[in-house]
């Protein structure tokens, strides 16, 4: 693989760019991989990355019934935090936080993690409760989070509105290495890693059965052939239902749209992510200088990845409401994703009553962040075929244990 | 240069000058004009810089679709950046900034990145900026930041009132030119409601202006005739100014009316439509053909030429080239030639062409060349010269050719976004290199129904015969679907039949442009995306049409790609060797046109933002100098000092108010839920985790609320009112949430009871009289006998007071004798001003929320949301008491049987008591053991009843804990002690509440 640097930016800019290969090999399936990947967002290929990275494997198939990134993945406001209130979610969001500090060295690819810094804002005496309580686990499990006062706030976010009147702004929760990240850089860098270890990225290729051998999983019935497998994760965020329907079993996950919008971009106006829960709505700016909007889920179940717009007209106007400079802004675009949200809004890593196959999804609203520990944590399951200690709170037996990781006491919106 | 004719435009009103300002520079227009028009009229012809590279722009367009012309219009309160100057009208004393320079337009520090910008190719930031690591939080992307983004940001509060207007029709038309002008006259008369909205100021789209000159006259009387119809009948309503902007599904639908005649800023409105049917006639946008060079000011798209030139009297120059590959393009250097503008020549891209214009034009002396396009344009700011070349070839020059104006011609696109905004299909047309509706595959409504008809050229259809031939037909159709009866449209054809004008699809030429002529091919404009980054994009393995996109950016931009879609779909499918339809293309997303985010907030901004639910009692408040605390949507007097007293000194006279005599406290934002219905006890016992259908009338009953994994949803007493009716109470906040969970059981689950819901929180005030002296001082009431045996604990009554209807509750949240009076709201103020006053004698004070909330901390009592998180199980709580042991089924019930909730490490409710009675611990802070955090705290308040400091807490295994000492970690320095104890720290045996 030829490694970007400046350097070879600068020869390749005097001979035509002619020498860049391409990011990721394009492949057709073979008949059969130790591992098969199903999903091609962030968290199917940062499985098969750390699965290469930390154990060798690399008999492995990443398969993607669309293109690479275009879930959620590419499709999510960016927002990377580890200011949890459980100590199974520090810890898989704090490990792919600290993962992110590092990724695009790693990856050789410039994600742009950005640790520009989250600020989550309390705007009732309850959530001023609820936030100082975070606060506490937070610095007891090693989470760099500290409140900050309303006048810190506004020295943070200038343009931000704290008198109110409605809301004011009486403190907020500040995680300063928390930030955001270019999301198709991420699904990108991975793919392209995941090539030049030799796993096959195969697009255009969706799963459509499961074949099974005494409840032990043999190969999967795609679109470009059948494929056989010692193991499988599927890892396919609002589809994982319809994957675990063929495979013969049910999750607990409704599949919901999730909207976001970007205005037209301006010059920097607000270098820092905000979220606003009591209000319900967040905000943070791109680098191309578009103002990143997002709210919450739609009530109904529906995979068509169009929102209503009662949803978008709630967000901005909370949000003009706790930013009054950006009214005369200009919505851009929206947009939707299907979110899979579990009972308790936490993630499911686990294995399934499959034998050899995994699965990984139940990200929600919030499982861009989680990108990198989360394919850390899948990538040791499947190694190991149980699950470590990052993942094992998030087994799919939690439900029926009745042992859920709820974080709706720390924050309505968990993006 | 750019200049005004001396007569002509029939947009402008040459009569009236108005003043503006450019870039400081004072200038003149006439009203009428657009920004646009009027900058070209005072030659200004470049305006703008690209996002990426800053490059020198001009004016490429003269309505919506326009990529360059951004600019920051305005000032103060009113200041609005990234606005296309073509679509502004002109305004005395207007203030218009171009942007994205620094320091000026003319010389900014940026263009730098033009002579960087062999090393800009598409995606280098992803290939470097990564070292040091911490460069790119300090250097690399703030420089990044401030170089992109385009106009400036705002910085003053928007002082625009904003609307949102709902509209119900039968019938939506979008788009006011002749394709919808025919189907609303087809459409009238058949019983519809019908509503056609026009972007534009006038209706008539582009067909006068496109016409014949010597046939004008007659199609304008056709027109005014048209508009006499369309006025004349009741049954059609005209939106201009109006943008139809997104279509979402079952028929609804946004449009954004931006009127702009006031003199100051614009008015603006958003309409929410409801449209069964719905008629795209949005017409087609001219594209450019990419060729190298082509983004130099100077360069416009030959019908916007035209345009300024019929509407505004504006010349783009007078020494004009036209390159094309279509037919439509000649009507351009016609009119032109007619004003005796010299047309050195066209570069027309086909082999030939057989259509009767072609000799028209050369009958007028214009010099044709066909097979030729440009190869190269001299100048640096402004276009000077052209250097003709083959299409086919590297693009050599054969021949430059002076001038100073540059008209180019790609072809029509129809306009088909707002098809694709709710699933409408498009298909790909090879003839005409574009991409259409697809009829079959149409947006659907509510029952899967069509409804969605394209007409005119945004349907493929371009000449005005054609469309006055189809759009009676298909509407007639159309009635016919409907099952409308009525008679059939027919419309004789004023049109005379043309001979087809043909286009032929070529994008980007000359075909074989080398490497070097590729970065100078620009197809996004405001991007800086050119022909070669796309196929880098494709070298790199960005295929797909969508990673293109996101690789190169191309079509992201404020103009949304509008010109540039086609072209670069197409030269990414050169790039592939692949078929344009295996190509596809990217999703049209709304809104079609930006929409301000204030204008998305609407009227319920500002004063009207969640507005402030108050309670009848809410002015005594405010007169009695309480202090607010927002409870959902309400507000509530936290506390009412008085004086020059310390809330602390406030705080500890309300408490012991209650404790030693008498306290009022204003509840009425209590939520109070009717259930009512012969199975209404059979519902309650579902819902609630204990017995409700057992409670006899007249009595209340406690009552907790789980939801299906077992965790405390909400809480509050029950009173049943008679053998079938229930009244609820829920927590302030809480009163919504639950009124929405009881019927979504109702609805979902519980289908087949008989039990109606009905949320009178409003209806009812409530006012809480807690306190030794609270007996004593009702019964100064005469009419009513408050004795033990006549009104126990947990039992009310109906009665009066004085002549004021009441319903008393005997129930306590205090853990003093205690009584809640309901009464109609209307009255509640009148109650609570007589409690009051006989209240003197007995030393009453009024109390507020927080007082409220450390007195029954101190009896252990919770309060769901802080003793609860949604995670909380009534075991936890010690409240196993309230569980029925006995009901077969309750939301929740099966949970509790599942392991975890059985748990022996679960989290339980205890009281923690400070080893130094005076520290009070703070909010929300983590009990600690062996490094480990087992725990934290709920509540937690200095008690002025027992003089010390009290908290609640969730402990791991807190129970089995009771009488040892854990640590409280409070920062990382700090720790408090505390012992475990039971969490009832006040009257344990709850003799004061009983008596
Ligand atoms: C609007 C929005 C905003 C968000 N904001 C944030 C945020 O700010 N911060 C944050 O941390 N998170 C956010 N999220 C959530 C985040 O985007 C997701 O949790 C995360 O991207 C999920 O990644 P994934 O790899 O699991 O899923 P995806 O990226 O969706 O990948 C799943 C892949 O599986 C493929 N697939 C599905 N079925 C099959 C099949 N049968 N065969 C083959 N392939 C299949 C799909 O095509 C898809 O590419 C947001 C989400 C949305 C929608």
């Known amino acids: 693989m030829k490694r970007y640097s400046l350097s070879s930016i600068f020869t390749e800019a005097f001979r035509d760019n002619l020498g860049w290969e391409k990011a990721w090999t394009k492949r057709q399936p073979k008949k059969e991989y130790q591992i098969i990947i199903v999903g091609g967002g962030g968290h199917g290929l940062a499985t098969a990355y750390y699965l290469a990275k930390n154990f060798n494997m690399t008999d492995i198939a990443v398969i993607e019934k669309g293109w690479i990134g275009g879930g959620n993945t590419g499709r999510n406001t960016t927002i990377i935090r580890s200011n949890y209130l459980q100590e199974s979610s520090i810890g898989i969001y704090e490990k792919s936080r600290f993962l992110y500090e590092t990724l695009s060295q790693d990856l050789n690819y410039n994600i742009m993690f950005s640790p520009r810094g989250v600020l989550m804002l309390c705007q009732t005496e309850h959530e001023l409760r609820a936030m100082k309580r975070t606060s506490h686990a937070n610095r007891i499990n090693g989470v760099d989070t500290k409140m900050v006062a309303p006048e810190e706030v506004k020295e943070i976010v200038p343009i931000i509105n704290i008198n109110g009147p409605r809301f004011p702004v009486l403190g907020a929760l500040w995680q300063p290495r928390g930030g955001t990240a270019r999301h198709d850089a991420v699904a990108w860098g991975y793919a392209r890693k995941c090539s030049d270890f030799g796993i096959d990225i195969i697009e255009q290729c969706e799963v459509i059965g499961v074949k099974k051998k005494r409840e032990k999983i043999v190969a999967l019935e795609t679109t470009k052939g059948n494929i056989k497998a010692k193991k499988v994760c599927f890892v396919a965020a609002g589809h994982s239902s319809v994957l675990a329907d063929l495979a013969g079993f049910r999750l607990p996950i409704e599949s919901v749209a999730l909207q976001a919008l970007v205005s037209e971009p301006i010059k920097p106006m607000i270098d820092c992510v905000v979220m606003a829960n009591t209000v319900h709505g967040y905000l943070s700016q791109s680098d191309k200088g578009e103002l990143v909007i997002g709210g919450g889920a739609d009530g109904y179940n529906n995979y068509s990845q169009r929102g209503s717009f009662h949803h978008i007209e709630e967000t901005v106007r909370a949000l003009v409401e706790t930013f009054p400079v950006i009214s005369r802004l200009r919505q851009l675009r929206q947009w939707g994703g299907i979110v899979d949200m579990t009972g308790d809004r936490s993630p499911i890593i686990s294995k399934t009553p499959v034998d050899g196959l995994y699965i990984n999804c139940g990200w929600g609203t919030g499982g861009f962040k989680a990108i990198p520990g989360s394919g850390w944590a899948t990538a040791e399951m499947i190694y190991n075929e149980r699950p470590g200690k990052l993942a094992s709170p998030f087994s799919i037996d939690r439900f029926s244990e009745g042992r859920l990781i709820d974080e709706s006491a720390a924050a309505a919106v968990a993006h | ?995």
């Open chain 2, 1 to 995: 240069m750019s200049s005004r004719l001396p007569q002509e435009g029939s947009r402008i009103n040459r009569e009236k000058t108005v003043d503006f300002r450019f870039n400081g520079k004072n200038l003149k227009g006439f009203y009428g004009d657009t920004v646009a028009s009027a900058l070209l009229a005072n030659n200004e012809m470049f305006v703008a810089r690209s996002f990426k590279y800053h490059r020198p722009r001009g004016l490429f367009s003269a309505g919506e679709e326009e990529p360059n012309a951004l600019m920051g219009i305005g000032e103060g309160p009113s200041f609005e950046p990234n606005i296309r100057a073509t679509e502004v009208k002109l305004r005395q004393n207007m203030n218009v900034a171009s942007q994205n320079h620094w320091p000026s337009l003319r010389f900014d520090f940026l263009s730098i990145n033009n002579v960087f910008s062999r090393f800009f190719a598409a995606g280098f930031y992803y290939k470097t900026f990564m070292w040091p690591r911490a460069a790119w939080k300090y250097l690399f992307e703030p420089m990044i930041r401030r170089a992109s983004g385009l106009g400036n940001a705002p910085s003053e509060y928007d002082e625009e009132y904003y609307e949102h207007i709902y509209h119900h029709t039968d019938v939506l038309i979008i788009g006011g030119g002749l394709a919808g002008i025919t189907a609303a006259k087809a459409l009238r008369d058949r019983g519809l409601s019908i509503m056609l909205c026009e972007k534009d100021c006038v209706i008539g789209g582009r067909y006068l202006e496109d016409s014949k000159i010597e046939e004008r006259d007659r199609y304008k009387k056709f027109h005014e005739k048209s508009i006499g119809i369309l006025k004349k009948s009741k049954d059609i309503s005209v939106k201009l100014n109006t943008t139809v902007t997104g279509i979402f599904d079952h028929g609804f639908v946004l449009a954004y009316e931006e009127n702009q005649h006031s003199n100051k800023a614009s008015k603006k409105a958003l309409w929410k439509i409801r449209a069964k049917t719905m008629i795209l006639c949005t017409g087609a946008i001219e594209r450019p053909i990419v060729f190298p060079d082509n983004d130099l000011p100077g360069i416009m798209l030959a019908a916007s030429v035209r345009d300024y030139m019929q509407k505004y009297g504006v010349l783009l120059g007078d020494r004009l080239v036209l390159t094309t590959n279509n037919d439509y393009a000649y009507k351009t250097v016609i009119e032109l030639k007619h004003r005796g503008i010299d047309i050195p020549v066209v570069l027309d891209a086909r082999d030939s062409s057989d259509n009767p214009i072609i000799k028209e034009a050369e009958g007028l002396g214009i010099r044709i060349l066909f097979g030729k396009c440009i190869g190269r344009v001299e100048g640096k700011r402004k276009a000077s010269a052209i250097g003709i070349c083959s299409v086919n070839g590297e693009g050599t020059i054969e021949e430059l050719i002076p001038c100073n104006a540059i008209a180019v011609s790609g072809g029509w696109t129809p306009n088909v976004n707002l098809w694709s905004h709710c699933g409408g299909k498009l298909l790909w047309d090879g003839e005409c290199g574009f991409y259409k509706p697809d009829p079959e595959n149409t947006p659907t409504g509510r029952e899967g129904e069509t409804n969605m008809l394209a007409l005119g050229a945004c349907a493929g259809v371009f000449s005005n015969y054609d469309i006055q031939d189809h759009v009676p037909r298909k509407i007639n159709q159309l009635a016919s679907r409907l099952k409308i009866k009525s008679k059939r449209y027919i419309e004789t054809n004023v049109f005379s039949k043309e001979s087809e004008k043909k286009t032929k699809p070529v994008f980007a030429l000359p075909h074989g442009a080398s490497k070097d002529k590729q970065k100078r091919m620009y197809i996004d404009f405001q991007n800086d995306v050119k022909v070669s980054d796309l196929q880098l994009a494709v070298q790199e393995g960005f295929e797909n049409v969508e990673h293109a996109k996101r690789y190169t950016t191309l079509g992201m931009a404020t103009d949304q790609g509008k010109t540039s879609n086609i072209n670069g779909i197409h030269v990414l499918s050169q790039s592939l060797g692949k078929p344009v339809d295996k190509i596809g293309h990217t999703t049209f997303r709304p809104p079609y046109k930006p929409i301000p985010l204030g204008l998305i907030a609407g009227q319920y901004a500002k004063k009207l933002f969640k507005p402030v639910r108050k309670t009848p009692i809410d002015k005594w408040n405010l007169l009695n100098n309480a202090i607010w605390e927002p409870v959902a949507d309400w507000r509530r007097a936290y506390a009412y000092p008085k004086g020059n007293e310390g809330l602390e000194e406030t705080l500890s006279r309300e408490v012991l108010s209650v404790r030693k005599n008498v306290g009022l406290l204003d509840s009425s934002t209590l939520g109070k839920i009717l259930v009512k219905g012969p199975d209404a006890g059979r519902f309650l016992d579902l819902i609630y985790t204990n017995m409700i259908s057992t409670l006899k009338a007249g009595k209340c009953r406690y009552g907790l609320m789980c939801n299906e994994a077992g965790f405390v949803f909400d809480d509050g007493v029950v009173a049943r009112l008679n053998d079938q009716s229930f009244l609820c109470h829920t927590t302030s906040g809480g009163a919504d949430r639950v009124y929405a969970w009881l019927e979504e059981w109702l609805q979902t689950e519980w289908h087949h009871l008989k039990v109606f819901i009905v949320n009178l929180t409003e209806q009812y005030s409530q006012i809480a009289v807690a306190g030794p002296k609270s007996r004593e001082l009702l019964q100064t009431f005469k009419s009513i006998d408050l004795s033990a045996e006549k009104l126990p604990f947990m039992n009310f009554i109906e009665t009066n007071i004085d002549d004021i209807w009441v319903r008393i509750y005997r129930i306590s949240f205090s853990g003093e004798l205690s009584y809640e009076l309901a009464v109609n709201s209307n009255q509640a103020e009148e109650l609570w001003n007589k409690l009051n006053k006989v209240g003197k004698k007995y030393k009453l004070q009024p109390y507020g929320t927080e007082a409220l909330h450390i007195l029954r901390a101190e009896k252990g009592f919770i309060v769901v949301g802080d003793e609860t998180d949604g995670t909380v199980t009534p075991h936890d709580l010690g409240m196993e008491w309230i569980v029925s042991k006995k009901k077969k089924d309750f939301i929740g019930k099966k949970a509790f049987s599942l392991p975890h909730l059985n748990s022996s490490i679960r989290k339980q409710l205890v009281g923690i008591l400070t080893l130094d009675t005076n520290k009070v611990l703070p909010d929300g802070c983590h009990a600690v053991e062996d490094g480990k955090a087992i725990g934290h705290v709920t509540s937690t308040y200095f008690s002025p009843t027992l003089k010390r400091s009290i908290a609640l807490g969730l402990i791991e295994n807190g129970r089995s804990r009771k009488g040892s000492t854990l640590e409280f970690e409070i920062s990382s320095k700090e720790s408090i002690f505390a012992k475990i104890v039971d969490p009832n720290f006040y009257d344990p045996e709850g003799a004061k509440q009983d008596g």
